[in-house]
């Protein structure tokens, strides 16, 4: 008879109840929860902006409001350029349609198939309540920007004084603990935040550049895109290259070249910076595991749409910090680690690894010092 441990049972039920009613009060409760993450990463952007003012004698409040001034200055002229460009997108859509049916035409006839396999796709209807949808979106992040700069202004307000709080509330080991977590989070977030941004910058740059030098239309658009998308791990390069691709290879039909050149600078772009400079630039800071990053993206994607697949890195990688200061959930935190830390931690020591079923795999040959 196995002997079986029914407190544990009972805590790992627990454990899933837990996870389940916080699931659903994220799902359901998204219109206050999600402003209020929003509002708390860009926390860490702006926080040291707010210290650097109040140690030069400005009023926290006052500092406070004039952060919160600049930023909706920035809102406001994003939202301004959005509305521009889905406006001239929308007024142009009818010289692209006719170019596609063209385009599909040809190409049903050059391969013979008897029939149009897009035939029963209405590419008005389509196109229109895509570019609604999108419309709808920016028009909800417009709704939740009003909560978003509520709570922003008043976390950035009691930001100065949450360490005293801690010192105050808490055991001088326990506040320790809790400050080593504190900063651990904002070091970590603030730093890829900083670092994808620039990124993100420099890939729309390039993708304009690119674009404005091969011809094709909305080339400042798609530069746009390409900056936004970038934050989404992965697949946010890949969304952001496929609609100029289109776009060029419907614009200039029936030339396929254009095309072409999109299709190889963009993926030169995306290759370049996201295998080449990011992770030099980003190293090995969250230290997440691509298992990891990938169902924390369609995880928080489903859970909060576009806006949290945006936040799905910041959000996980704040998880695995506390995580790794507990010490009862010190093991959920390695699971999602990337591991590569870990292997040269046991390389550096030397120590002899279990075998975990890789007995066909040869042993790896000593490197020679160089």
């Given amino acids: ?11 790992v039920f627990l454990g899933i109840l837990v996870v389940v009613a916080v699931g659903v009060v994220l799902k359901y409760a998204a219109s206050v929860i999600l402003p209020l993450v929003i509002a708390w990463l860009f926390s860490y952007l702006l926080g040291p902006a707010v210290n650097y003012m109040t140690q030069r004698k400005v009023p926290t409040t006052l500092a406070v409001v004039i952060i919160l001034i600049f930023l909706l200055g920035i809102f406001y002229l994003s939202g301004t350029f959005l509305y521009a460009r889905i ?3 929308t007024a142009a859509y009818p010289r692209y349609h006719a170019r596609m049916t063209e385009l599909i035409a040809t190409v049903t006839s050059q391969l013979n198939l008897g029939f149009d396999p897009f035939a029963g796709i ?3 209807q389509s196109v229109g309540r895509f570019l609604m949808t999108l419309s709808g979106s920016v028009f909800a992040f417009a709704s939740n920007l009003v909560l978003v700069v509520v709570f922003l202004f008043f976390i950035l307000l009691g930001k100065p004084y949450f360490k005293y709080k801690i010192l105050k509330s808490f055991s001088q080991e326990k506040a320790n603990q809790l400050s080593e977590i504190t900063f651990s989070i904002t070091a970590q977030i603030r730093h890829y935040l900083s670092l994808q941004f620039l990124i993100s ?3 729309g740059v390039l ?3 690119a674009l404005e030098m091969i011809g094709v239309d909305f080339a400042i658009t798609w530069g746009a895109l390409a900056f936004f998308l970038n934050f989404i791990p992965t697949v946010g390069s890949i969304a952001a290259s496929i609609p100029p691709i289109l776009l060029a290879l419907i614009q200039f039909y029936p030339s396929i070249w254009p095309g072409v050149f999109t299709l190889i600078s963009l993926l030169t772009i995306q290759l370049s910076i996201g295998n080449g400079i990011a992770p030099k630039v980003l190293g090995d800071q969250l230290n997440l595991s691509p298992v990891v990053i990938l169902l924390s993206l369609l995880f928080w994607g489903w859970l909060w749409g ?13 998880i695995k910090i506390v995580c790794e200061n507990i010490e009862s959930l010190q093991p959920i935190s390695v699971m999602m680690g990337s591991g590569k830390s870990y292997r040269r931690e046991f390389q550096k020591l030397g120590k002899a690894l ?9 042993a790896p040959k000593k490197q020679r010092p160089k």
Avoid: C, E, H, Y
């Fill in 87 to 89: 406006s001239a997108l």
């Fill in 1 to 11: 008879m196995v002997d079986v441990d029914r407190s544990k049972i009972t805590q």
């Fill in 201 to 203: 910058s420099v890939t």
């Fill in 306 to 318: 576009i806006v949290g697949a945006l936040l799905s890195v910041p959000i996980t990688a704040a």
């Fill in 122 to 124: 209405n590419w008005g």
């Fill in 207 to 209: 993708v304009w550049f």
């Fill in 354 to 362: 279990p075998d975990m079923g890789d007995r066909g795999n040869p």
